[in-house]
């Protein structure tokens, strides 16, 4: 009877062990929720990027609007990329907000953008109901709608990882013209998010074998517009893809298009966030070593990749192309 009963408690500590090593592996092995996205024929990927754009059509939303749609019908793209700021002036009030339609649904009309978004969150968006803009009932009213804080989509060509970065910026947690903000799920322990979503990125990032890495969010790492360089970000982020050679940074949050190199590292850092109101003459730095275009006007961006190719355009609002470059890779990396 004794002996029974020993090995009955035996076998209960064992489960209770076992389960929390369980939930220790489950934590340490958590991966950002994943989107798979087909290539085209050839194997290639093209897609498009915008940010800093709802505004219900205003400050030439639309004219740019019809241009990505123009361009995205030559391309073939696969999907479009958000850098956030998705809808001004404070995001969303919640899921029957009527700006959702108004500055997405029945503004990017074009058959060639009826593609999957994915879309990160700008500060803007912050400064409304986050969980709303995070909500499946969008996805209903509009399938192409697919935003999340953090997350990866995989191609065969291409991982992007996508980054909340606005919990990194410490001027919203002291904001001196009171905006309000909606941080649940970062407050109270925003140390903790911030460590988590670096920790769950490094993870990913280290366990790709994606012939390209890109990494996106609304901040950008090096900018010469109006906001500069967020500096938490080259603190805690910049050593990540650094060490993890990845190879662009894409963001919006300043309303211009932008490229820049990286003094000591292969990083392309670019900027898409003149999908609608451009911040013209706002530029501070453009002798700075390293800035290869920056452009004060409304405009986008696009990418096509090959396992071997990189093509970049910067667009205005009428359709021209301002800037291009070109990345390649070797086939076969050295072993």
């Known amino acids: 009877m004794g002996a029974s009963l020993c090995n009955k408690t035996m ?26 996205q087909t290539t085209n024929g050839d194997g290639s990927l093209s897609f498009l990027v915008i940010g800093d754009w709802g505004r219900r059509g205003a400050y030439n939303q639309s004219q740019v609007a019809l ?30 907000d009527v700006a959702f339609e108004e500055s997405f649904t029945k503004i990017y009309t074009a058959k060639s953008l009826q593609r999957p978004w ?22 209903k009213i509009d399938s192409r709608w697919i935003c999340l804080k953090s997350f990866l989509v995989n191609t065969e060509v291409a991982e992007l990882f996508f980054v909340d970065t606005n919990p990194f910026v410490d ?45 996106v969010g609304h ?50 850092f670019l900027t898409s966030g003149a999908g609608s109101k451009a911040w ?4 501070k730095g453009l002798n700075r070593e390293g800035v290869k275009f920056f452009y004060d006007g409304q405009g986008f961006m696009s990418v096509k990749l ?7 355009a910067f667009y205005d609002v009428s359709g021209k192309v301002l800037h291009r470059f070109d990345l390649s890779k070797p086939l076969y990396a050295d072993m």
């Open 11 to 36: 076998a209960l500590l064992c489960l209770v062990f076992m389960t929390t090593l369980n939930l220790c592996l489950v934590s340490i092995v958590a991966e950002l929720p994943k989107f798979h």
């Open 67 to 96: 241009q990505m749609g123009r361009i995205g019908e030559k391309l073939d793209v696969n999907f479009v990329v958000s850098t956030g700021d998705n809808f001004y002036d404070n995001g969303l009030t919640g899921v029957d």
């Open 118 to 139: 994915y879309s990160v969150l700008g500060n803007h968006d912050y400064r409304g109901n986050v969980e709303a803009q995070l909500s499946h009932v969008f996805r």
């Open 171 to 215: 001027m919203y947690f002291n904001d001196p013209k009171d905006h309000k903000y909606d941080w649940r799920g970062v407050l109270p322990k925003r140390e903790k998010y911030i460590a988590n979503v670096l920790k769950d990125l490094d993870l990913a990032l280290s366990e790709s074998s994606a012939k390209w890495k890109i990494v």
């Open 219 to 268: 901040h950008a790492i090096r900018s010469v517009g109006h906001h500069g360089d967020t500096e938490e970000l080259v603190k805690q982020l910049l050593p990540i893809l650094k060490a993890n050679n990845v190879d662009l940074y894409i963001n919006g949050h300043d309303h211009c298009l932008e490229h820049i190199s990286d003094n000591d590292s292969p990083i392309q």
């Open 280 to 283: 013209r003459g706002d530029v």
């Open 306 to 312: 090959t396992q071997t190719e990189a093509n970049f």
